[in-house]
């Protein structure tokens, strides 16, 4: 402890929260010195942060949190050490890394593995669309590491382009890294989990009908994220949130032919087997990692 009261967490918190998040109470100062400003979001600040130890580099993410129930400032504690939870669960090459995490009254700082590439929606504005062996390659990568979070019973559930990075962006096949496990959750066998949070433009059907929600509700996610790499469009945009979401719960959305003429069949099929109304009709992502697009099963589809 600093000594100083704002650093000082309520002790009772500890003992009797068995669910409590173990964080360090100590000034992240302490361990890490605080470089420049990476970005912001809802949560609050990204910086790049220096371990005094070793001069490793890393990106702290400081995140403002309620200091009592009903405030509107802030995030919620529980919301964090949620995150935090689900974060220590997973270890994969497409997750960004979690490595330390710090507590004071009005703060938590989640200290995460460094990205220089920025968003994925940043790379695709800059080239309008990708290839579809570029997407592909980005795909997969993203396959992979959802279908890795729901073997462990995780859902993302705000899976979009922005919360997608390149670990290093002028490199050949640039690396991603899934970020942002802020409305993530623990899928327990038996409960029911429904939820309004989400970005219009990706969110499924049943999260706007308040149905429950679990892997599939990624998987149209993953289906809105390969329509956009392939188009630069967004299938169910509206002109304001209200049309996008009537869209989506329509199930309103096509391959215009001045973006998808020169697509391929197997690609559309792919978008159509995960845009579905039905979560239970969606391909998994163990499923899209072995469908023909992804993963041809033969030269002359591949050829396709
Ligand atoms: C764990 O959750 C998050 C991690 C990160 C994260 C992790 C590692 C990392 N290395 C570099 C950066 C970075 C660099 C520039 C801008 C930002 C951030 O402000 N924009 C990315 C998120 N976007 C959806 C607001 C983040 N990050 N951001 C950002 C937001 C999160 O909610």
Known sequence: FSGDDEELVNLEDEVFNPNMTAFKHQNVEDLYELLEKLGSGHFGEVKKCREKNTGTLYAGKFIKTRKCKGSRMGLDREQVEREVSILRQLEHPSIMRLYDVFASKAEMVLILELIRGGELFDFIAEKEA???EDAIVFLEQILKGVAYMHSRHIAHFDLKPENIMLLERDVPHPKIKIIDFGLAQKLEDGTVFKSLCGTPQ?????????????????????????????????????????ETLTNVVAGNYEFDDRYFKETSDMA?????????????DRMTAVECLIHPWIKPLTRKQAAN
Do not use: C, H
């Open 268 to 280: 559309k099929e792919f978008i159509q087997q995960l845009l579905l109304k039905d979560p239970r």
């Open 202 to 242: 990706y969110i499924a059907p049943e999260v706007i009908n308040y149905e429950q929600l679990g892997p599939p509700t990624d998987m149209w996610s993953i289906g809105v994220i390969t329509y956009i790499l392939l188009s630069g469009l967004s299938p169910f945009q509206g002109e304001t949130d209200a």
């Open 130 to 132: 990708l290839s579809e």
